[in-house]
């Protein structure tokens, strides 16, 4: 039997990393729990409004954030804040698929649109790998804007 799981960041601002991955994931902040939210509504801002009547803090509202898959295909990913900052290499990291069945040429040219893009929204470029068939068709490792390395695949 299979299980579901969730994918969980340490971070230091939990609120700009969910921000930052929904962005590159497709993803979409989920309203409170019980609350409806409007049409375009923020679901942040619905999150502070939920905190506040529960009387949280405001110094505490931003300890955890969560992006969730729109179509509920994809694993929910959590935030959680904490003290210390990132000190060395990932042991797992994220492999987003933005150039799935292309190869050559046309592989890295979409993957380098794709690192422009994501580098617009903070992350950082650390390196390329050209291909090298049959065991790689290319990719490109970054760094998300508090260091966590994932590869545009």
Known sequence: ?????QVTFDAADPKALSTFWREVLG???????????ADGADPLAAWDEFL?????????????????DPAGDG??????????????????HL?????????GDERMTAL???CTRLVALGATRLRRFEPEPPMSFGFIVMADPEG???CLD
Not at 52 to 68: K, Y
Not at 95 to 103: I, K, M, N, S, T
Request: aromatic share 8%; charged share 25%; proline share 11%.
């Open 95 to 103: 492999d987003v698929r933005v150039a799935p069945g292309l190869q």
């Open 1 to 5: 039997m299979s299980r579901q799981f």
């Open 27 to 37: 993803y979409v902040h989920p309203g409170p729990p019980g609350v409806e939210l």
């Open 75 to 92: 694993p929910r990913v959590f935030f959680q804040q904490v003290p210390e900052g990132k000190v060395a290499k990932n042991r797992v």
């Open 112 to 114: 380098e649109a794709e």
């Open 52 to 68: 506040a009547r529960l009387g949280v803090p405001a110094d505490q509202r931003n300890t955890r954030s969560a992006i969730e």
């Open 148 to 150: 966590n390395e994932f």
